[in-house]
């Protein structure tokens, strides 16, 4: 039994904007359909954060960004594609 | 600052700003355009954010896009009608999945008249006029909501909704809004729960018991069953009214007592009563009432569950049981007095005391009847209350009797008087005396000689009700012993004794000892029990009469009848047949060997001591023959003639005693020189104890061992348990050697684990003498005591039947030995008619199948299926099982194929010295996992029961 790789997300958001609120919902579905027991997701309000935000170097919300596995990478908007978020986040092949 | 800069700035400063203003916006429609409207925020490189425009909007419009969300999202179907019903609006759930069948959905869309649509639909639905009615009624005014629950079923399913009505805003005309909730699972659950309530109630309404649910935190009655109203004979409501009347109803002798108990145990909700209540017609039950404690989850007491029965039956069925035994003991305590009595006064006299210490009376009064006429002139009274008895006495001689009295009644009616409730009888006097002095109920029984009453017997005693029809009739045929033995006295008081007793030693004299030999024969035969005939003669005593003299002689056979008499349990069953020829009968005695012990150990003390003659000492001997019954004769004159046999034969051999069957002799000889041995053995330590491994089926180690007993006799070899087990458990020695066995055993345990060897569990068996000996629970503290690890090298075997003797008792002391750590199994399981309830409660750690069991598995399939259920059996409880007695290949392969955990027979190995199982099956051992395999419990679920 090979041990799949565990997802770690940290989604920026600007309180409950609606674009942040239907990001995290976006994520959560995805999440649960694609990652499910293996994902872990970080939430930081730049309105609670902002300096956090500064030094992570986000200036859009929402943000999402794919911490683990490597590499990293950050996808701006509401994540309401699925297919494309799926992609550029590199996990084309778990939906295959 | 930016402030100040604005005020000062000059007109084409103004442009500028506008224009930077237009790119600004620009810029934000562009970044919306590009992030495709998708962004909340943008912040700048230092950290501040822009708010996009479109999120601003979405801000402003958010409450009403709210509303009309949670309208859409609520599960029910809800439309909004203007003043004549049109539909103007409706929500998602209406617009799209309006059931079938229902009045509601795709086919009535905004713009329609609901109304009207109802009224059109009346054909197939009741509920849509229903709804169109209310409808108008909220519209008109005359109601501000309306609601139904209709159903709709279809074909695949039964649903039932809510329509609700409320009228919109505060003026009616502006038109209602229409809302259909599916409450088809609300209204299943409903049903349910009125089902199950129904159920409960038909069965709480349906028992004769009072269930009642208290709320502990506010002291209020929540329900109780209508049993109340029947027992306590007061209504249901006045218990909600005042949750503390029914406290109100117990009888003032038991409410201190109650109360106390009650509130103590209140607290934690859990308490169990028993009480008398006092019913509005003055009539009593006994109540036997039981609380269990309703916590929360933080463990708070919230409600008390309990449970009221009218035990009055019970309590009556065991109050006449105690008060007929009570009658019986009397009655037979009595009758043998009657026997012995030589004079009238000792008769009343005794028989006063026999009725309060035997009989529990408060007070026995015998008297005589004043010839004068009705009054009584007690002879004889007793009482444990001295102040009473002289009361009692006072009354019964006063002259100031009404003829109404119970006394005079008795003597002229010639019949028993009984007042079964002195406190409320109005034709007792001396009500108020005898409730001071807790007398409640006496009887007044005549005593007739020759059709006169010539005396009364009375009772007193601090029962109410005491006196019932089967009480009354044995001690109305009581009164007609006394009086019998009245008659008898008076007339033939002192011919009968002579003709009955020896004179010289007042001993009952051949005729009478006769006779009653036959009287206890007939018991003995009622009975099924035993019996001996022990004759005894002093040896010499013609040489001792003729040397002395006849006054010497006289005297010794005085002190020896005496000493005899001193000794035994019952005078009459002493006699002296003639001469110095005695005789004796003995009865409650378990075996030819106790019997012989008890002779043995009666001739001690009757000859052992030197009699003294004037200034000088005489020994004295005497040789004894001894008949059975039923063995040796089943009437008193074969057993006299056999037990003269037997004292002739002693009397030729030399012997102090012997029995008339020979084999009996030898039989007894025997089992008294093993006696002796194995006292001798004891204390030379000639026990030895063997090992017999016990073998797990699955992976074929030694698991654990079974201690077994044997005697190393000098003059023989080893001998085997069978022989003398039964003589240690007889003689009592069995305590001792089971200690010693206990102590060897964790001895040897010990040494084999300090000397690193994967000492394995023994099991030490456990006798029924140890088990009921007081002492055998610190006995084993004792032993384990030695040292930390010493329990977990210990289980104690102890057989089924031993176990099921005393199972309360058992089931606490076996309780105790586990909390100890050391484990107990029950030995030959299915020997001892277990009771599967009893089974499943007692606190043990493995059950050995007995070896019987074993030997029929092969025999026939019945055999197989019974220790297949009784593995089965065990394994359900949670117990490990042991097959003993395994002996073949068979055996042990069927016992595996059924799961049985253990084994231990001849197949693997017969029980071997300690030294010989330490090298071939610990050494042989792989050490550690063995071990820890052994110890560790096969079902680390169970708990102690």
């Known amino acids: 039994m090979s041990r799949r790789p565990q997802f770690k997300f940290c989604l920026y958001l600007a309180g409950d904007a609606l674009n942040s609120a239907q990001a995290l919902v976006n994520l959560r579905a995805l999440c649960e359909t694609y990652l499910p027991d293996r994902h872990v997701i970080e939430i930081v309000d730049v309105f609670r954060e902002p300096k956090r935000a500064l030094e992570d170097g986000i200036f859009m919300t929402p943000t999402l960004v794919k911490l683990a596995p490597l590499p990293v990478r950050k996808i701006v908007g509401t994540l309401s594609h699925t297919a494309t978020v799926l992609m550029a986040l590199g996990l084309e092949s778990v939906t295959s | 600052m930016s402030r100040r800069k604005r005020l000062a700035a000059p007109a084409d400063v103004n442009d500028e700003v506008a224009g930077l203003i237009d790119a600004l916006q620009d810029v934000e429609q562009r970044l919306a355009q590009l992030t495709s409207d998708e962004i909340d925020t943008v912040t700048n490189r230092d950290g501040k954010t822009f708010v996009l425009r479109r999120a601003q909007e979405y801000l402003r419009s958010s409450e009403a896009a709210k509303q009309v969300a949670i309208l859409n999202a609520l599960p029910a179907y809800i439309a909004l009608l203007d003043a004549q019903g049109v539909i103007i609006s409706v929500n998602e759930a209406w617009r799209q999945f309006g059931p079938a069948g229902a009045i509601q959905g795709p086919g009535y869309d905004v713009g329609v008249n609901y109304l009207e649509a109802c009224d059109r639909a009346a054909g197939e639905l009741f509920a849509a006029h229903q709804a169109a009615a209310g409808i108008r009624s909220v519209l008109a005014g005359r109601a501000t909501s309306f609601s139904i629950e209709y159903p709709s079923h279809s074909a695949a399913q039964q649903r039932w909704f809510l329509l609700k009505v409320t009228a919109l805003g505060n003026d009616h005309l502006k038109g209602v809004i ?296 044995l001690l109305t045929e009581l009164a007609g012993d006394i009086a019998f033995a009245m008659e008898h006295i008076k007339t033939q008081e002192r011919l009968d004794y002579l003709a009955s007793y020896d004179m010289l030693t007042g001993l009952a004299n051949r005729a009478l000892f006769h006779e009653r030999l036959e009287q206890n024969i007939v018991i003995a035969q009622e009975q099924d029990s035993k019996l001996a005939l022990v004759l005894l003669d002093i040896e010499r005593f013609k040489t001792i009469n003729d040397s002395l003299g006849r006054p010497v002689g006289d005297a010794l056979l005085k002190a020896v009848a005496a000493r005899m008499a001193d000794i035994a349990a019952d005078v009459s069953r002493l006699g002296r047949l003639d001469a110095d020829h005695f005789a004796v009968i003995v009865s409650k005695f378990q075996s030819e060997e106790q019997l012989a012990h008890r002779v043995e150990k009666r001739i001690a003390e009757v000859f052992g001591l030197p009699f003294g003659i004037g200034t000088a000492e005489l020994r004295l001997a005497a040789k004894i023959g001894i008949a059975m019954f039923p063995a040796d004769g089943a009437n008193a004159d074969t057993l006299f003639k056999n037990a003269e046999a037997a004292l002739k034969n002693a009397k030729l051999h030399g012997e102090r005693y012997l029995f008339y069957t020979q084999a009996m002799n030898a039989r007894v000889a025997e089992k008294l020189t093993l006696e002796n041995q194995l006292s001798r053995a004891l204390d030379n330590g000639e026990f030895v104890l063997h090992y017999q491994p016990k073998i797990n089926l699955v992976t074929g180690r030694v698991t654990s061992a079974e201690a077994l007993i044997r005697w190393n006799d000098p003059r023989t070899s080893l001998v085997a348990p069978a022989r003398f087990i039964s003589v240690l458990e007889e003689t009592g020695m069995i305590q001792e050697v089971g200690r010693w066995a206990l102590r060897q055993t964790i001895e040897d345990y010990l040494r084999w684990r300090n000397a690193g060897l994967p000492a394995v569990r023994i099991a030490v068996n456990v006798s029924a003498r140890q088990l009921r000996h007081r002492g055998f629970i610190s006995e084993v503290k004792h032993a384990i005591g030695i040292h930390p690890d010493a329990a977990a090298g210990l289980e104690l075997e102890i057989t089924e039947s031993l176990i099921m003797e005393d199972v309360k008792h058992s089931i606490t002391s076996l309780q105790t030995i586990r909390s100890l750590g050391v484990t107990v199994a029950i030995d030959d399981f299915g020997t001892g008619f277990s009771s599967l309830s009893y089974l499943s409660k007692l606190p043990v750690d493995a059950l050995k199948i007995e070896r019987s069991f074993v030997v029929d598995m092969t025999a026939a399939p019945e055999g197989l299926a019974l220790v297949s259920t009784i593995i089965n059996l065990a394994h359900s409880l949670k117990l490990k099982v042991v097959a003993e007695g395994v002996e073949t290949e068979e055996q042990s392969r069927l016992l595996r194929l059924l799961g049985c955990d253990e084994t231990q027979g001849f197949l693997f190995s017969k029980p071997v010295p300690a030294d010989l199982f330490e090298s071939k099956f610990l050494i042989n051992l792989p050490p550690g996992n063995i071990g820890t395999a052994s110890f560790s419990h096969p079902f680390p679920n169970q708990t102690a029961h």
């Open chain 2, 178 to 473: 229409v809302m259909h909730l599916d409450v088809t699972a609300e209204r299943q659950v409903k049903e349910t729960l009125h089902a199950s309530e129904a159920r409960f109630r038909q069965m709480a309404e349906n028992i004769h018991d009072v269930f009642f649910l208290e709320d502990a935190v506010d002291n209020r009655m929540i329900y109780v069953s209508p049993a109340y109203e029947e027992i306590w004979g007061r209504s249901c409501e006045s218990l909600y009214a005042d949750p503390d009347s029914w406290r109100a109803a117990i009888h003032p002798d038991d409410r201190v007592a109650t109360h106390e108990k009650y509130n103590e145990h209140k607290l934690v909700g859990q308490f169990e009563l028993e009480y008398r209540i006092v019913r509005p017609d003055h009539s009593i039950r006994w109540i036997e009432a039981r609380g269990f404690p309703v916590l929360d989850d933080n463990g708070t007491l919230v409600r008390i569950a309990g449970i009221a029965q009218d035990i009055t039956e019970r309590k009556q069925a065991e109050n006449r049981i105690a008060y007929l035994n009570r009658v019986y003991a009397m009655l037979s305590g009595i009758n043998t007095l009657i026997i012995r009595a030589c004079d009238r006064d000792e008769l009343f006299r005794e028989a006063c005391r026999i009725a309060v210490d035997a009989g529990s009376f408060r007070v026995c009064v015998l008297g005589l009847v004043d010839r004068d006429g009705m009054n009584i002139v007690p002879i004889a009274s007793c009482s444990k209350d001295e102040e009473l008895r002289s009361a009692v006495e006072g009354i019964l001689s006063s002259t100031e009797d009404a003829p109404t009295n119970l006394v005079t009644r008795a003597i002229s009616e010639k019949k028993t008087v009984v007042s079964n409730d002195l406190q409320h009888d109005p034709d007792t006097l001396f009500r108020a005396q005898y409730a001071a002095s807790g007398v409640r109920s006496m009887a007044v029984l005549p005593l007739i000689v020759a059709d006169e009453t010539v005396g009364v017997l009375a009772l007193y005693a601090s029962e109410i009700e005491f006196f019932q029809h089967e009480e009354l009739k």
